[in-house]
Every structure is written in C-alpha cells, then in structure tokens.
C-alpha cells in the first residue's frame, strides 16, 4: 500500500469489501467523519457524506454514470472527484482517497 507512511494521509479501514455492492451505497463514520462508500463493480469511490447543498446524505442517494445523485434536492456529485455534475449544489463534496488492502476498504483521512 504506497503512501500509507505519508504525514498528510493517514490510511484507516473504513469497512469490508463485502458490506459494499454496486448501486448501495454506505455510510460510515470514521474517526468523527462520516464518509460514503460507493461501488463501481472493482472500483471504490469516497466522499463526504453529507451534500454540500443542504442537510442529506449522499449515502442515501442514488448512484446514476459515475456520479451520486443527492436524495433531497438532486444534485448530482462527480464520484471521483466530488465535483458538482449537476446544480443546485454549486460546492463540490470532499472526496477521499481510497484503496483496497484484500477485502478491506481504506480511506486516506
Ligand atoms: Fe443535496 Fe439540496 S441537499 S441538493
């Protein structure tokens, strides 16, 4: 796992691979952080979990072209990038760096 011993990132396992399929999405918390997981078939994405727009979660969103559409007012968020894809967000999300170790997921905080 490359970057694990940085002084910016610390790597901290957010969950299992197995909790996490395509189209549902999850929400933790990690050290007080609340994250969403997302699930691309291989790929893991991470962002923020709450929309930058108003009082949501983009967890309980839905997943629609690489992008997480917010379940209140439906912004939609770039899944890489935390970009806004789609208004009324105008703030992107934080999005998270994220690798897998075996079945573990691991977020870079
Ligand atoms: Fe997410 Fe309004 S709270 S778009």
Known sequence: MSGSHSDTLRWVRAACLDDLSDDDPIGIVVEGI??????DGDRI???????????????EGYVEDGCIECPL???LFDLATGEVRRGPAVEPVRA????????DIVVGL
């Open 96 to 103: 998270f760096n994220v690798q897998l170790d075996g079945d």
């Open 34 to 39: 609340e994250i969403a997981l997302f699930r």
């Open 73 to 75: 007012h439906q912004a």
């Open 45 to 59: 994405f991470a962002l923020s979990d709450r929309c930058t727009h108003g009082d949501a979660k983009l967890s």
